[in-house]
């Protein structure tokens, strides 16, 4: 009797345990196939010498299948989500792809839930997100670079899959890489142990990391964006902390213990999503890194990509 038991029990376990296996894979949308055109966003300039490899940051939620499966990753064949993730991928073409072709593949993000959820669910999550946009770069690499100096970009969840590509890549390909735009997340001490990752410290040096984050003040800084060993300030391209000015009204001056930048000007009850506090407190303005300084940062690209060639 008592072996019976431990067998209807150890029967009931494994199958529990299947059970659980099978939720889970049925739980992870279909991997991408980067030979197919319908896994990247392109915007290509025949007489652009230079590219730029975009990754996208956070636009989808969590969302369920006709099954009722909940996902905690992006479809990348879903169209309502790629309509979702569109604006984010034109601001930025408009930004950093004026004098390059843009590269920018689709892959399976984690959600914003998984965001909310902090700093361990997004580490437990982000090796799927990872696994497709080193293999979206790798076939970016081989099949779209044909040997030309690129900028790596990415905001948000995408600038964190830039850390990791740095890490990744090897010394042939940082060799032809202009700069890195890291944006909206953070760059640690730990990281910078990379020989590839290295802290830009003026508008024209190239190989470099260019990262930051924008606060009203330091309270409102979001726990999983820090805390971050670089900062610097896209207005004046300076690490240090002298105010600079992005119109007569707004300042903009970083703060040395929390490397982040302090932003006096804008009304933060106005740009503030209530459907976002439980990531984005009132004050903070990751949703805006982009935008606040676009103009910096498109001029910026071109003078990182002209400094490249001089020294090249």
Not at 57 to 86: F, K, M, S
Not at 248 to 274: C, H, I, M, R
């Amino acid at each position: 009797m008592n072996r019976l038991i431990f067998s209807l029990g150890l029967f009931f376990v494994l199958f529990l345990h299947a059970c659980v296996q099978k939720q889970n894979l049925e739980h992870i949308p279909e991997k991408p196939d980067y030979e197919s055109s319908s896994s990247w966003y392109m915007v290509l300039d025949d007489s652009a010498q230079v590219d730029i490899f975009y990754v996208t940051p956070t636009c989808v939620w969590d969302w369920q299948d006709d099954n009722g499966l909940l996902y905690h990753y992006a479809d990348v064949d879903n169209e309502e989500q790629r309509e979702a993730i569109r604006p984010s991928l034109e601001l930025a073409d408009s930004i950093f792809g004026r004098v390059a072709s843009f590269y920018a593949p689709y892959y399976r993000q984690i959600t914003l839930e998984s965001w909310i959820e902090g700093e361990a669910v997004v580490e437990e999550r982000f090796p799927i997100a990872m696994s497709d946009i080193w293999d979206a770069f790798q076939y970016y690499m081989k099949h779209f670079n044909n040997g030309r100096p690129f900028v790596l970009a990415g905001f948000s969840q995408g600038a964190k899959g830039v850390v990791e590509l740095l890490k990744m890549m090897d010394d042939e390909a940082y060799e032809r890489m202009v700069a890195a735009y890291v944006i909206g997340y953070k760059v640690t001490e730990q990281d910078m142990a990379c020989a590839h990752i290295h802290p830009a410290k003026d508008s024209v040096d190239i190989g470099v990391v260019i990262c930051y984050n924008s606060v009203e003040n330091v309270e409102a800084i979001a726990p999983v964006l820090s805390p971050s060993a670089v900062c610097i300030n896209p207005l004046n391209w300076s690490n240090d902390t002298v105010t600079a000015y992005l119109n007569d009204t707004v300042t903009v001056k970083k703060d040395d213990k929390y490397q982040v930048l302090v932003v006096d000007g804008f009304s933060s009850a106005e740009l503030f999503l209530p459907q976002l506090a439980d990531l984005f407190v009132q004050g903070n303005y990751h949703l805006y890194e982009l935008t606040f300084y676009q103009n910096c940062l498109s001029h910026n690209v071109e003078q990182r990509i002209q400094a490249f060639y001089m020294r090249k």
